[in-house]
T-cell receptor
Framework: DAGVIQSPRHEVTEMGQEVTLRCKPI?????LFWYRQTMMRGLELLIY????????DSGMPEDRFSAKMPNASFSTLKIQPSEPRDSAVYFC???????????FGAGTRLSVL | AQSVTQPDIHITVSEGASLELRCNYS??????LFWYVQSPGQGLQLLLK??????LVQGIKGFEAEFKRSQSSFNLRKPSVHWSDAAEYFC?????????????FGTGTRLTVIP
C-alpha cells in the first residue's frame, strides 16, 4: 500500500482565499484524522471520522474550517476564508480497529500570506 | 482524560552515545502507548507501541521502550545514536476501549546529534 496520501504538499495562498486539502487514507482503514501542527501549539487533532461519519470535531478552530469524507477513500479539509494564522502543517492519518495504529501522511504545508 | 508529558523539549547527544527520551502519561486504566518520530518535512512514523504483555518493547531503527506502570512512564531508549536519528520524537497515549481513535500526543522532544 502507498500509505496515506495528502495533496498538495505545499500550498501558498492569499488571505481570504479558499483552501482545500485532500487526503486518501490507507485502503481498508475505517478511521481518518485531521491534525494541525504549529510551533506554538504542537500537534492538534482537528476532527476525526469513523466509517465516513464525523465523530469528534471539537478541535476544529472555527466555522471557517470544514471537513468532509464522502467515501472511504477520500477526505477534504477546507478553510474558507483563509487567514495568516491558519499557516501550519496539516496532517491526515488513518487507522483501523484491528491494528490500532495511526498512520500519517507526509502533510500539507500551508502558507497564508 | 489522558494526557502526556515529555519534559525535555530539546536533547543533544553525541553520535554513538546512548539516548533516553522521557515520557510520562496520565490515565487511570490500561493505556495504549506509542512513540512516533518525525524527520524534517515529513509525517510522523511509528517507532513502537505498547498494548499489553512484555513491558519492554522493541521497535524499528534499534529503539526500545519500557512501560513502567508504577511510574506512569514509557521512556524511549537507544544504546547508540546515529546521526540519522536527529528528528522530533512524540509520545502518545490512547485508551484500550478506543484504540488508536483518541490519541493524546506530547509536545515532542527534538533530538540533535553531534558528530
Amino acid at each position: 500500500d502507498a500509505g496515506v496520501i495528502q495533496s498538495p504538499r505545499h500550498e501558498v495562498t492569499e488571505m481570504g482565499q479558499e483552501v482545500t486539502l485532500r487526503c486518501k487514507p490507507i485502503s481498508g482503514h475505517n478511521s481518518l484524522f485531521w491534525y494541525r501542527q504549529t510551533m506554538m501549539r504542537g500537534l492538534e487533532l482537528l476532527i476525526y471520522f469513523n466509517n465516513n461519519v464525523p465523530i469528534d470535531d471539537s478541535g476544529m478552530p472555527e466555522d471557517r474550517f470544514s471537513a468532509k469524507m464522502p467515501n472511504a477513500s477520500f477526505s477534504t479539509l477546507k478553510i474558507q476564508p483563509s487567514e495568516p494564522r491558519d499557516s501550519a502543517v496539516y496532517f491526515c492519518a488513518s487507522s483501523d480497529r484491528v491494528v490500532n495504529i495511526q498512520y500519517f501522511g507526509a502533510g500539507t504545508r500551508l502558507s497564508v500570506l | 482524560a489522558q494526557s502526556v508529558t515529555q519534559p525535555d523539549i530539546h536533547i543533544t547527544v553525541s553520535e554513538g552515545a546512548s539516548l533516553e527520551l522521557r515520557c510520562n502519561y496520565s490515565y487511570g486504566a490500561t493505556p495504549y502507548l506509542f512513540w512516533y518520530v518525525q524527520s524534517p518535512g515529513q509525517g510522523l512514523q511509528l517507532l513502537l507501541k505498547y498494548f499489553s504483555g512484555d513491558t519492554l518493547v522493541q521497535g524499528i531503527k534499534g529503539f526500545e521502550a519500557e512501560f513502567k506502570r508504577s511510574q506512569s512512564s514509557f521512556n524511549l531508549r537507544k544504546p547508540s545514536v546515529h546521526w540519522s536519528d536527529a528528528a522530533e520524537y512524540f509520545c502518545a497515549v490512547g485508551a484500550e476501549e478506543t484504540g488508536a481513535n483518541n490519541l493524546f500526543f506530547g509536545t515532542g522532544t527534538r533530538l540533535t546529534v553531534i558528530p
